[in-house]
């Protein structure tokens, strides 16, 4: 019986949200990887800027269930039917009348086994994809890290043209996900071939620093946080900021 009533859930949050999106038509950013996809989502959220305009995944709300409910800004009722139901009765009326929605949604997009990925994006249709890393397995489920990569090959494919794809090129796995893409693809890394490149990393007491070089510009560039993933995250987020505005520009001309 709980079975039958969280897939009832799960169909009528997937028709909240369709007919959400397609009334109020935001700029979808997914972020995907099997791991750091929170942090780098709240670093693209910082760098965009919070508020009404801009609103990313509550806590970590990217499954079938939870990234209808991010895009709703809806909580989980999680045990209780009595709370399911008022959430759906709100989410309609969100989804039905809602006046304000945000301009930018930044959704994670959780994937540990095969078939996830086709559903989150029959959910959403993202402008701008990232892939964060491919280096976790999931034994517990025998999903394996190719088959996350075929998961990841459907979001990169999903892209549009006129989209962008932004992917860590220091990760072998997810740099090989380029040649399925269609749109602008963004390899970020230490490699000097990369169009967005990371160099000379400096870490000491105070947290890192290194020079950040993408489209002709060059940046020095700090974070207080130590390892290489969080350097990651705000070379993604400076880039996703730059693409956004230039995808802006375009819309004006």
């Known amino acids: 019986m709980k079975k039958f009533f969280k897939k009832i859930i799960q169909l009528y949050l ?10 109020h038509k935001p700029f979808v950013i997914a972020v995907a990887g099997t791991t750091n996809k929170t942090f780098v989502k709240e670093t693209i959220l910082n760098e965009l800027g919070r508020g009404s305009d801009v609103r990313g995944n509550p806590k970590s ?83 394996t890290l190719d088959d996350i990569a075929k998961e990841l090959t459907l979001l990169v494919e999903a892209i549009p043209k006129k989209g962008a794809l932004v992917l860590n090129g220091d990760d072998a796995r997810v740099k090989t996900l380029s040649s399925a893409s ?51 995250a705000l070379v993604i987020a400076k880039i996703v900021a730059m693409e956004i505005k230039e995808s802006k520009n375009r819309k004006r001309r």
């Open 14 to 23: 997937k028709l909240l949200t369709k007919i959400i999106l397609a009334r």
């Open 61 to 143: 709300f990217n499954t079938e269930i939870g990234l209808p409910l991010a895009v709703l800004f809806l909580p989980s009722g999680l045990a209780s039917i009595f709370r399911w139901v008022d959430i759906l009765l709100t989410g309609t009326c969100i989804s039905i009348f809602s006046r304000k929605f945000p301009k930018v949604l930044v959704l994670e997009m959780g994937v540990d086994r095969i078939g996830d990925m086709k559903y989150l994006l029959s959910l959403v249709k993202p402008d701008i994809a990232i892939v964060t890393n491919i280096k976790r397995n999931f034994p517990g489920l025998k999903t």
């Open 182 to 232: 269609r749109a602008k693809t963004i390899l970020f890394g230490e490699d000097k071939s990369f169009k967005a490149v990371i160099s000379k990393i400096e870490e000491d007491d105070a947290g890192q620093r290194f020079v950040f070089e993408y489209k002709k510009q060059r940046s020095f560039l700090e974070t207080q946080r130590r390892g290489k993933h969080n350097i990651d």
